[in-house]
């Protein structure tokens, strides 16, 4: 890297602050849940009455109070889809930008509402139903946020947070009840499967689907009775997408309503006709967890879920039906040697489904299995994926976080190898961002980052390493200070050393990680902060936040103290004194290269030098180590310290001794 490249990185890693309070981020709203409010609103309920839930949060949006509307009630009342009317409708206007903060607060049962981001122009929306009932001060947090949406005005953006039923306290005072919109009523669930029918998937022909009459009959009429008067607006909307793809004939109705249903009908067929019959109930799981193998594999697999081997009496081979038949009747679709069950969407979920919730006493077998089956070579290997999302699924259908509970304890009890850590880290980090459990997983994850257990540790590290961090950034940092807290540097450290150096290299994070950091190492003198400071500075792994940190520190003083205050407190440490011996010779070796501001290195490396000369790392460098052959770089560097003149001599003195030798 030579030349002015160094300011390129700059830019690319965004503004590096000591002061600054990083802000929670932001996503999209996704364009799906705008085109559903813009074109396929339905505001009429199963009485024909008006539902009046956007409405009055856009009255409050719109009124001389604070930007603020907080719609509560009940799960299944359509609030976060009125809440994303109201912010339309306020857009329509004024060009708004419209997006929904992630509340990745650091301390989650006490979001800090300084980290809200308050950029000019835009509609947020924040959903905080699943975790209001674990603040420990609402009060106090709902003050907050209606202060927080007075300045909105001034900045022309707005504010709606989704809420439970009982969470937001309104009994605090009259500005925080003032806020309020109460879920009520919701809309008609049958109008909105028409509406989005028509409208939202452009098939208005499938509309006679959705209008049987009393007395019709056949699969019109059942179709339209998928619904009822207690049904979520969230269902009718998966019904009507479940209509929109169907093959238009009676087949691909039947199809659809299965897959609509959960293809409960179809599951309960299946294990009644196979109540004696356990060799095509573990091929029907063999299948669900296989799919995509080959039918040879899937009968291996199902095997090894029995714990038998292949059969070898040649009667028994040649009896009963062909392999193909017996996957055909347990719902597979068998195409040439291949068995799929793509056919038939949310199948495999249903039949583990029903598994978890009839058959208790396969829990721990199946996951057993599965660690065979996703083992290193082993023919599950490329489907942890597939199988983690498998197991995802099931917790949320479940909406139980025992499910979590219950795969994370396989952690211990499951095989010690990459692929099992690596399934369940998948599993935990799809668990951790979903809208249901999300926030019990989220604080599991916490309470997992203290645990003693190594394998436990490593597995929230990996978490951490993966998308999680992408959209809880801070959530992230918090579980792994704890993790490099550990006493010793075992595998769960280096792994969450790898993902911070992960997390600060990703596009606009390096500053809320220095940040972060800094004050780990610096103000609260963690051993966590000096792992994760020389970590993150090692250029033997990636020069990348060496070579922004030093070009940030050329052009602020702070910075350039704060590399020195980070170096300083390391040095303090004699449970880091071997890491930091390592990284001062690396940056000797990185001192000689074009990468990095030679002259500033050697600046810093002095003024470390002269602060922490009785250190033993620093010794180490100066003097060198019995038995350790000092590489060029290092020669070098001593060379162009401005020691003391008494150091100095003994420097020289001991560089010609060892010339000599």
């Avoid at 590399?563 to 300083?568: E, K, Q, S, T």
Wanted: aromatic share 4%.
């Amino acid at each position: 890297m030579g030349g002015n490249q160094n300011s390129k990185i700059i830019i690319a890693a965004g503004s590096i602050t000591m002061k600054d309070k990083p802000q929670l981020p932001v996503v999209h709203i996704p364009q799906a849940d705008l085109d559903a409010v813009r074109r396929a609103w339905v505001e009429l309920d199963v009485r024909d009455e008006p539902v009046r839930t956007a409405e009055k949060a856009i009255a409050h949006l719109t009124g001389e109070g604070p930007r603020l509307a907080v719609v509560t009630g009940p799960p299944g009342y359509g609030k976060r889809a009125a809440g994303i009317k109201a912010l339309w409708e306020v857009s329509r206007g004024q060009s708004l930008k419209l997006q929904e903060i992630v509340p990745d607060w650091e301390k989650p049962g006490s979001p800090d509402i300084a980290e809200l981001p308050s950029e000019p122009g835009t509609g947020y929306l924040l959903d905080v139903a699943a975790e209001i009932s674990a603040w420990q001060n609402p009060g106090s947090v709902a003050q907050q946020l209606v202060s927080y949406a007075q300045e909105l005005r001034f900045s022309g953006s707005f504010l709606v947070v989704i809420a439970d039923e009982h969470g937001w306290p309104e009994a605090v005072s009259g500005a925080v009840a003032g806020v309020v919109v109460r879920a009520v009523a919701r809309p008609s669930a049958l109008r909105v499967a028409r509406s989005h029918l028509e409208y939202l998937h452009r098939q208005p022909g499938r509309l006679p689907w959705l209008s049987a009459t009393a007395s019709d009959t056949g699969l019109a009429k059942e179709a339209a009775q998928q619904l009822t008067d207690g049904s979520r607006p969230a269902d009718a909307a998966d019904l009507a997408a479940e209509l929109a793809v169907a093959e238009d004939s009676p087949e691909g109705l039947k199809r659809a309503l299965s897959a609509f249903q959960e293809w409960r009908t179809d599951v309960r067929d299946v294990f009644s006709a196979t109540e004696n019959n356990p060799d095509d109930r573990a091929l029907l799981i063999s299948a669900l967890f296989l799919n995509g193998k080959d039918a040879l594999t899937v009968q291996d697999g199902a095997r090894a879920l029995l714990g038998e081997s292949p059969e070898t009496n040649v009667r028994t081979i040649l009896t009963g039906p062909d392999l193909t038949s017996r996957l055909t009747a347990m719902g597979a679709e068998v195409t040439g040697r291949t068995v799929s069950l793509d056919h038939k969407p949310g199948y495999a979920r249903a039949v583990l489904l029903h598994l978890w919730q009839q058959r208790a006493d396969l829990h721990p077998h199946l996951l057993k299995w599965l660690d065979v089956i996703t083992s290193q070579k082993a023919v599950g290997a490329d489907r942890l994926a597939a199988i983690s999302n498998l197991l995802v699924e099931l917790a949320i259908a479940e909406n139980d976080v025992r499910v979590v509970q219950k795969v994370h304890a396989w952690i211990d009890n499951g095989a010690d190898s990459p692929g099992h850590r690596a399934l369940i880290a998948r599993f935990l980090t799809v668990a951790a961002e979903s809208a249901t459990l999300g926030a019990a997983v989220r604080s599991l994850l916490l309470d997992s980052a203290q645990d003693d257990s190594e394998a436990v540790a490593t597995v929230v590290a990996l978490v951490c390493q993966g998308e999680f961090a992408r959209h809880y950034p801070r959530q992230a940092l918090v579980r792994l200070r704890h993790i490099l807290d550990r006493p010793e540097p075992d595998e769960a450290v280096r792994t969450a050393q790898a993902a911070l150096r992960d997390i600060a290299a990703r596009e606009g994070q390096l500053p809320r990680v220095w940040s972060t950091v800094i004050k780990w190492a610096t103000e609260k003198k963690l051993l966590a902060g000096h792992r994760a400071f020389l970590s993150l500075l090692d250029p033997r792994v990636d020069p990348y936040v060496l070579q922004v940190m030093l070009a940030a520190a050329e052009q602020k003083q702070d910075i350039r103290e704060a590399l020195v205050d980070g170096w300083n407190a390391a040095l303090a440490d004699p449970r880091v004194e071997g890491d930091c011996r390592q990284l001062l010779a690396a940056w000797a070796e990185v001192r000689k290269t074009e990468d990095v501001p030679t002259e500033l290195m050697t600046e810093l490396l002095n003024q470390i030098i002269l602060e922490r000369l009785y250190a033993t790392p620093v010794s180490a460098l100066i003097f060198g180590e019995p038995g350790v052959a000092d590489g060029e770089a290092v020669i070098d560097l001593r060379k162009e310290l401005r020691l003391p003149p008494a150091l100095s001599s003994l420097v020289a003195t001991h560089e010609r001794a060892s010339a000599e030798a």
